[in-house]
């Protein structure tokens, strides 16, 4: 990264947006279901016992718990479990702000996911999950100039989960990223809180310039399965956006757009398609 290239990435990290902004997590509450179902786990599927045991059963917190989860899908031959284990509940021990983001984003999945029947089935198994946990602790390391480090993270996270988001991307809590593979995320991209994204979305910027060139997503916004939001578009609080399009200008505040390129289509029928997850273009017309 050359010095032009570093001055515009740190301008688009002070941009004031809503990130992580309201609601709290209850961590010990959510810790304390973790455990019981474990032990449920445990008790009914002897297959899984070493890994809930390693994972949960063993840890005495949520940080630890996160880092051991990671450790074991991250851990490669340049970088064995016994140095990136530490690495990473060190981290989150030393920046509780991203366990509470870890937290947020876990609920997000059991609430808004049909499929999803337990708070542990994000943490066992979800690469959504475990990609933006991932996401979490490299921009942390990119804020703390650790950033050789931090691009080394995003690239093996790109090969586990199939998800490849900058570590100097800005992302908010109570995501829910949904399926992910193919989940693409550039530089100065900006995702507010209680968004909702499927697989296969990228958000690109145009061009080879520099500065902020990737869009901003804000509060409540639904991203369909496929859609590609490319430049540095604004998505405004609660749209939603159809499976497949590509988005080449701003899209207003609750409004639905679909298309190759998009097009307004008309006033999204929910106040939060984020929540709802209601991917149909049952929308209500614009008044003219």
């Known amino acids: ?15 004031p947006n809503k990130l992580c902004a309201g609601k709290s997590a209850d961590i010990q509450g959510v810790w304390k279901i973790l455990r019981e179902e474990a032990e449920k786990v445990a008790a009914s ?22 880092g051991a989860r990671l450790a074991r ?9 016994e140095t990136m284990e530490p690495l990473l509940t060190g981290v989150f021990e030393e920046h509780p702000l ?25 943490l066992l198994f979800f690469k959504g ?20 480090l931090a691009l080394y993270l ?23 990223l949904d399926h992910a593979t193919s989940f693409v995320v550039g530089e100065t991209a900006i995702i507010e809180d209680d968004v909702s994204i499927l697989h296969e979305v990228t958000l690109g910027g145009t061009g080879k310039e520099s500065g902020d060139r990737h869009p901003i997503i804000r509060s ?41 390129p998009a097009v307004v289509v008309g006033v999204a029928s929910e106040e939060n398609p984020a929540i709802e997850m209601n991917q ?9």
């Open 220 to 260: 409540c916004v639904l991203i369909g399965a496929g859609a590609k939001i490319l430049g540095r578009v604004e998505i405004g609080t609660g749209a939603k956006i159809g499976a497949g399009s590509v988005v080449l200008a701003d899209v207003p505040p609750h409004t639905t757009v679909a298309g190759v």
């Open 73 to 81: 899908r991250l851990a490669r031959e340049d970088m064995p479990r």
């Open 45 to 66: 599927e002897s297959t899984l016992i070493h890994l809930v045991e390693d994972v949960i059963l063993t840890r005495q917190t949520p940080a630890a718990a996160l």
């Open 154 to 176: 995003q690239s093996i996270a790109s090969e586990a989960f199939a998800v490849d988001i900058h570590p100097a991307a800005r992302i908010g809590c109570g995501i829910l």
């Open 98 to 122: 991203i366990v509470h983001s870890a937290i947020r984003d876990m609920r997000a999945m059991f609430d808004r996911d049909p499929a999803c029947f337990s708070l542990l089935e994000p």
């Open 1 to 15: 990264m050359n010095e032009s290239q570093q001055t515009a990435a740190d301008a688009a990290s002070n941009i």
């Open 129 to 148: 999950y475990l990609a933006l946990t991932t996401y979490r602790v490299s921009h942390q390391l990119w804020n703390d100039r650790r950033r050789w």
């Open 280 to 288: 149909h273009l049952d929308c209500r017309k614009k008044h003219m």
